[in-house]
């Protein structure tokens, strides 16, 4: 692995990442562990396809669902930059193509560029502000908008658009993980996917979903 000099151009981590020479890439299968809470941090993984579930265990012996990282998302920079040992176990849903960069690589990275440094401190508070706005999210808004919102997320991160037309969408997690991030209950899901489809909302087939025209107005809002 080396340096990129283009890597000197870069404004952010994501973008620093894309363009190193780095051979450091696997392919993981559904389910595999890249790594568990309480891990020594080793760098930072980006990826490339598929998508990763970022996930704590309680210690009621709960499993959360904090985020979900798509293609092109970085993760495992917060470890790096305390130097604590992973808080979270990063998990594959359906398998995925993830890029390392060790933690030895990125500090040499730093060292000859700095805005690299201050891309993974904005990252850092990119991270802590979305999770302010979710928490606003999950306690103002409706089961049925928190659900569409979702969707129309997961669509962007397939690289979709999320249009007021309409959009489909295939969820890469479980109707039970999904639970989890709306912070609603299995039984609350149940009865909010149920009623969008009584009203031609949303057409399900599994973890395929189709959502109609003017959607945007069952969540409140002007635009996405």
Known sequence: ????????????????????????????????TVYSTGDDQDGVWQVLSGHVALRVYTQAGEVVLLRMVSRGGVFGYRSFLTGEPRSCCAQVINGAELKHVPAS?????????????????????????????????????????????????????????????????????????????????????????????????????GRYITVAAGWQACCDIDGF
Do not use: W
Request: proline share 3%.
């Open 1 to 32: 692995m080396k340096l990129d000099k283009n890597c000197l151009a870069c404004n952010s981590i994501a973008d620093c990442i894309d363009v190193l020479d780095c051979r450091n890439q696997r392919r993981f299968g559904a389910g595999e």
């Open 105 to 205: 690589m990125l500090s040499r990275m730093m060292e000859r560029e700095p805005r690299l440094g201050h891309a993974l401190q904005l990252a850092m508070a990119d991270a802590f502000r979305d999770a302010h706005e979710r928490i606003l999210r999950m306690s103002t808004q409706s089961a049925r908008a928190k659900f569409l919102l979702l969707c129309a997320e997961m669509a962007k991160a397939n690289g979709q658009t999320a249009a007021p037309a309409g959009f489909a969408v295939k969820l890469p997690i479980s109707y039970q993980d999904i639970a989890q991030i709306l912070a609603i209950s299995p039984e609350t899901m149940s009865r909010t996917t149920r009623r969008l489809q009584e009203e031609g909302t949303i057409a399900m087939a």
